[in-house]
Nanobody, 111 residues
Framework: VQLEESGGGLVQAGGSLRLSCGASGRTSSTYAMAWFRQAPGKERELVATITSTRSTNYADSVKGRFTISRDDAKNTVYLQMNSLKPEDTAIYYC??????WGRGTQVTVSS
């Protein structure tokens, strides 16, 4: 399984970004998918998850601002990030089935 993230970049505080993660290989729509992030000097943390039945869960720090979704026909998971804050600056990683990882995409939010 290979995961490839895209959509990161530099944005001003209050702005929005949409991350995408495409999966290839032996994927399955039964897998849960998730986004994690890791800021400099900090541990990797869970941002959002979505199950095969579209049940979602979010870290308290992003609730109401971020939305995770998936398109199983395209083997893709998305993370819509609104009202971005400087503390959202991190490398964002896609995860499949709590097993497979992408290489990450940098998100930088300027104040």
């Amino acid at each position: 399984v290979q995961l490839e993230e895209s959509g990161g970049g530099l944005v001003q505080a209050g702005g929005s970004l949409r991350l995408s993660c495409g999966a290839s290989g032996r994927t399955s729509s039964t897998y849960a998918m998730a986004w994690f992030r890791q800021a400099p000097g900090k541990e990797r943390e869970l941002v959002a998850t979505i199950t095969s039945t579209r049940s979602t869960n979010y870290a308290d720090s992003v609730k109401g601002r971020f939305t995770i979704s998936r398109d199983d026909a395209k083997n893709t998971v998305y993370l819509q990030m609104n009202s971005l804050k400087p503390e959202d600056t991190a490398i964002y990683y896609c995860n499949l089935g709590y097993t497979y990882w992408g290489r990450g995409t940098q998100v930088t939010v300027s104040s």
